[in-house]
């Protein structure tokens, strides 16, 4: 299944991709290291809040739904 990322998670892919290209035009193998890693952490973090929005997205949506039946049908 393929997820589309949320606002939130194109952020964090963002702010990771920016991390990345800096890393790349570091000459501090150490500093580089460090902000690869970090770039791999908001990778993760991106992933995580594009999954986390969805699945509230999922519930909200279903939460309306219930409320929409339990008046009397659907108003579509």
Do not use: I
């Not at 890693?37 to 973090?45: C, G, H, I, S, V």
Request: aromatic fraction near 6%; hydrophobic fraction near 40%.
């Amino acid at each position: 299944m393929t997820l589309q990322m949320s606002r939130r998670g194109q952020q964090y892919m963002e702010t990771a991709q920016s991390l990345l290209r800096a890393a790349m035009s570091m000459t501090d193998e150490v500093v580089a290291t460090r902000l690869k890693l970090l770039a791999d952490d908001y990778q993760r973090r991106a992933e995580k809040a594009s999954s986390a929005d969805a699945e509230r997205s999922v519930a909200r949506t279903a939460a309306r739904t219930e409320h929409d039946w339990s008046e009397g049908g659907f108003a579509g």
